[in-house]
T-cell receptor
Framework: GQQLNQSPQSMFIQEGEDVSMNCTSS?????WLWYKQDPGEGPVLLIA?????ELTSNGRLTAQFGITRKDSFLNISASIPSDVGIYFC??????????FGTGTSLTVIP | EAEVAQSPRYKITEKSQAVAFWCDPI?????LYWYRQILGQGPELLVQ????????DSQLPKDRFSAERLKGVDSTLKIQPAELGDSAMYLC?????????????FGSGTRLTVV
């Protein structure tokens, strides 16, 4: 199945730094979702975006639905150790099919 | 908070054996999904149910995989016979309706190891 292009693949940052990751697709989506997955667990939904240009925050997390409907980004401000994990984007196409990104592995160094 | 229940959490099986996973979605969620996640990759859809009907199984290897949701509530995913390449995390998710979005919730998954 299709997978979205997510970058960067991995990040190593100092505690307190801001983080930015993005997701791109060759086709348009109606919904963009951002998930965090801890080792051995299922993905947990962080933010859902439903309209092009939409900017939504959830605490220190902010995500935007790209104007072209083919991309999205996630920012984490003032990172803390518990932000460690793998972040996945997911897009839902007009046929209601979900596709997932390849994941960004985040390591926060105290 | 409502959860998607999956069992078992871990399963080790020998190749050529049969294995089954169970999922109980959030109450009232009509749409149920089975995903396979290989280590280091994102989840890939295997099958999607709307109530008891399969609406998408285009990525399900039907020669060895089967899935059912007989009463439109809980679901079982079976592999027979298991192969080494089937080692992965099998995730179940559910949503109120096919449009997903905020109601798209994952279970904790079943980690399968085929030896």
């Amino acid at each position: 199945g299709q997978q979205l292009n997510q970058s960067p693949q991995s990040m190593f940052i100092q505690e307190g730094e801001d983080v930015s990751m993005n997701c791109t697709s060759s086709s348009i989506f109606n919904t963009w979702l951002w998930y965090k997955q801890d080792p051995g667990e299922g993905p947990v939904l962080l933010i859902a975006l439903y309209k092009a240009g939409e900017l939504t925050s959830n605490g220190r997390l902010t995500a935007q639905f790209g104007i072209t409907r083919k991309d999205s980004f996630l920012n984490i401000s003032a990172s803390i150790p518990s932000d460690v994990g793998i972040y996945f984007c997911a897009g839902q196409d007009p046929g209601n099919q979900f596709y997932f990104g390849t994941g960004t592995s985040l390591t926060v160094i105290p | 908070e409502a959860e998607v229940a999956q069992s078992p959490r871990y399963k080790i099986t020998e190749k050529s054996q049969a294995v089954a996973f169970w999922c109980d979605p959030i109450s009232g969620h009509a749409t149920l999904y089975w995903y396979r996640q290989i280590l280091g990759q994102g989840p890939e859809l295997l099958v999607q149910f709307q109530d008891e009907s399969v609406v998408d199984d285009s990525q399900l290897p039907k020669d060895r995989f089967s899935a059912e949701r007989l009463k439109g509530v809980d679901s079982t995913l079976k592999i027979q016979p298991a192969e080494l390449g089937d080692s992965a995390m099998y995730l179940c998710a559910s949503s109120l309706r096919a449009t997903g979005g905020k109601g798209y919730t994952f279970g904790s998954g079943t980690r399968l190891t085929v030896v």
